[in-house]
DNA sequence: CGATGAGTTCAACGCTAGATGAATTACTTC
DNA sequence: GAAGTAATTCATCTAGCGTTGAACTCATCG
């Protein structure tokens, strides 16, 4: 059936081939995610994935690349009433992991909890991207913003966990605005609260 | 070196597999846990292992059976004054995962964050042996039961993920006291609060 | 038309994994 | 002490992984 060599008429394969990457990435995390399966959804050979990547560890990078950029989304998460900064948290964050962009987050995410390398890639991630920009803003005394940042970063996770992992009803299904009015005032809690 | 055959001597093979194993499945979830290398800590050819067990999946099994029984600890937790069960909850939960029973426990978890079919045993095990149980005496109206306890599996999910998996300072090491206090009024909410 | 190069597949290597069946050694019982 | 059974290892099978180098086919440009 499927000959040798190249193909004829003009398509980009690199591409699908990274949105597919993506999606599998965020399905499985990165160790689950086999190149011989991406390849495989894609149409492709396995071999053409390392011609065009290199390694799947520059796979999983380029995939990252594009569509994480809180450059946008942190100011905007931080606009409005410093009270309601909870609320718009939790909002935004479904927001962007609800939506095709956020398919590179939470593939990001999943490989974290089970790799080392990607693991140590979140980190940097969060605390150099999201949390020194975002936490600056919110928490008043520097001296407790790793400790009340960190505690931030337990609810956000959990979230993520429950819903997007574990799938445990009905979080996994509920209404974003539903969760947002519950959880919301909590992370509220740990930004403003004292530390007794 | 090591010859073939039946060892010299009374000891329990069997059961030192089974502490390897439960130390190993905690530390790397199941899927990176394997056999082999069980079998390696323990000085024993991994044969044996299959011989004893069957297969890896009821190796899990077996470890996960004798320390996890939320008979004793749910009461415990739940006795004492109804406004302080938050920080109860997280004291006792705390307590236990960082206590050498807890590894069970752990390895519940982290396996569940990687395969599906531990995945499904863990929310099995969550659903019927632990939220149905301490929910029960907790929340009020029996119709916000599962959201509210989803949401308390949310925070505390969460707080094992930062401290456990992605051991992000300074939560990995706080003092679970601290972490009781900062956390607790927040599971408080998700029992008490109304549902907007 | 012919050459060059990019796109693509093929076949294979080396590695790790879970699993299995036969062979080897020790303990137990009569 | 011989028979039988339990504990243990050995060698091996099958399957999947990431990766590599060579081979093949098409598009493009002179």
């Known amino acids: ?3 040798s060599g190249r193909r004829p008429g003009n398509q980009d394969t690199r591409t699908s081939i990274l949105e597919v990457a993506r999606r599998t990435f965020a399905e499985k995390g990165f160790d689950k995610a086999s190149i011989r399966a991406i390849a495989g959804d894609a149409g492709v050979d396995p071999a053409l994935v ?37 609320i718009r948290l939790i909002r935004m964050a479904l ?14 995410f999943r490989s974290a909890l089970s790799n080392e390398w990607t693991a140590r890639l979140l980190r940097e991630f969060v605390v150099t991207q999201i949390l020194r920009r ?11 913003a790793p400790l009340r940042s ?3 970063a337990t609810q956000i ?13 009905p979080v996994a299904s ?19 609260e004292p530390l007794d």
């Open 1 to 3: 059936m499927k000959r």
């Open 157 to 169: 996770a959990g979230l993520m966990v429950v819903r997007y992992v574990l799938r445990l009803e």
């Open 150 to 152: 960190a505690l931030v």
């Open 134 to 144: 975002a936490v600056r803003e919110l928490i008043v005394d520097p001296e407790e």
């Open 174 to 192: 509920a209404d974003p605005e539903l969760l947002a009015t519950m959880i919301g005032p909590n992370i509220q809690r740990f930004l403003d």
């Open 50 to 86: 390392h011609h065009y990547f290199g390694t799947k560890e520059k796979l999983f990078l380029e995939v990252m690349n594009a569509p994480i950029n809180p450059g946008e989304l942190i100011p905007q998460a931080l606009a409005g009433p410093r009270e309601e900064a909870g």
């Open 95 to 108: 927001s962007v992991w609800d939506s095709p962009a956020g398919t590179a987050a939470l593939a990001m």
